[in-house]
C-alpha cells in the first residue's frame, strides 16, 4: 500500500484520538458550548467509531466496503457508543459513585483502547513468535 493512503487510512483513527483526548480535560473544565461539541460527539461516535474501525480492519477480505455498506459501519459505531456510554452511566448509579466527569473519561479511555487494539496485537503476536524461535517453547 502506497505511504499516502496508508496515512488517509488512518484518518479515522487520528480524528477519533484526537476527539477521545479532548474529551479528557473538557469533561473537567471549559466553555460550555465547546464541551457539549465534544462530549456530545464522544457519546455519540466514540468507542463504537473505534470498534467499528477494528471491525472494518479485520473484516474478511471478501467483503468489501461497498457490498457490505458503509451504513453498516456507521450504525455499529452509534449504537456500540451510545451502549457503552449507557453502560457506564448505570455501573456509576449502581456503585453510589455518580460522576459525570469520571464517566467521559472512562469512555474516552475506551475509546482509546479500541484504537489501540489493533496497532497492539501485531507486536505482541511477533514478540511470541520471536520467543518461539529462540527455543522458549512456554510462550502461550
Request: net charge positive.
Amino acid at each position: 500500500m502506497e505511504p499516502t493512503m496508508r496515512r488517509l487510512n488512518d484518518l479515522p483513527d487520528v480524528a477519533l484520538a484526537l476527539l477521545a483526548a479532548a474529551s479528557i480535560p473538557l469533561s473537567l473544565t471549559g466553555p460550555a458550548p465547546l464541551r457539549a461539541a465534544v462530549l456530545g460527539a464522544l457519546v455519540l461516535i466514540g468507542p463504537g467509531g473505534a470498534a467499528a474501525l477494528w471491525f472494518g480492519r479485520t473484516a474478511p477480505r471478501r467483503w468489501s466496503l461497498p457490498a457490505t455498506g458503509a451504513a453498516i459501519y456507521v450504525a455499529a459505531a452509534i449504537s456500540l457508543s451510545l451502549a457503552v456510554s449507557l453502560l457506564v452511566a448505570t455501573g456509576m448509579v449502581y456503585a453510589n459513585l455518580w460522576n459525570p466527569a469520571a464517566g467521559m473519561c472512562a469512555v474516552a479511555a475506551l475509546t482509546l483502547l479500541l484504537l489501540a487494539g489493533p496497532r497492539m496485537i501485531p507486536l505482541f503476536r511477533h514478540q511470541k513468535i520471536d520467543a518461539w524461535k529462540a527455543g522458549n517453547r512456554d510462550v502461550g
